[in-house]
């Protein structure tokens, strides 16, 4: 299988929180870093796993543990491998980076990470984009 385009460092895409594409869902993200999965076993970052309550307890895990939890539990999304965590900011949506893993139908959607709210789908060839505006949307 031909793996689909990977994103570039500096550049921005179009991101729908939720993976829903409407206006009000829409947000630029910038590339910041794009992981080859080996080196996320070196990357510790502090996580919330699991329940999110009021008293969110955070924990330290390997950014490859955080993907490999979060691609288990969501196996109908996730694609099973990846080859890269791209890391990306996307200020108006999120203060803390917002990590991005291979789906199934090899796009890009991010995994919750400090917050149960961060995922969302990475419009690399700018196709949810144009869906858009071909609606009528204007922006």
Not at 45 to 67: R, V
């Amino acid at each position: 299988m031909e793996l689909k385009e990977i994103p570039e460092v500096g550049k921005q895409y179009h991101f729908f929180d939720d993976g829903k594409i409407s206006p009000s869902r829409h947000y630029m993200a910038t590339v910041e870093e794009i992981i080859p999965i080996e080196e996320t076993k070196n990357i510790v970052l502090k996580t919330i796993i699991g329940t999110f309550t009021k008293e969110t307890e955070f924990t330290e895990m390997s950014l490859y543990d955080i993907w490999s939890i979060q691609s288990m539990g969501h196996p109908w999304l996730y694609a099973p491998e990846t080859d890269y965590i791209i890391k990306c900011s996307i200020p108006v949506y999120d203060e803390e980076p917002i990590y991005f893993i291979r789906t199934r139908d090899d796009g890009w959607f991010s995994i919750d990470i400090t917050s149960g709210w961060q995922a969302g789908r990475l419009d690399i060839d700018g196709k949810l984009f144009e869906s858009l505006k071909e609606y009528g949307y204007e922006f």
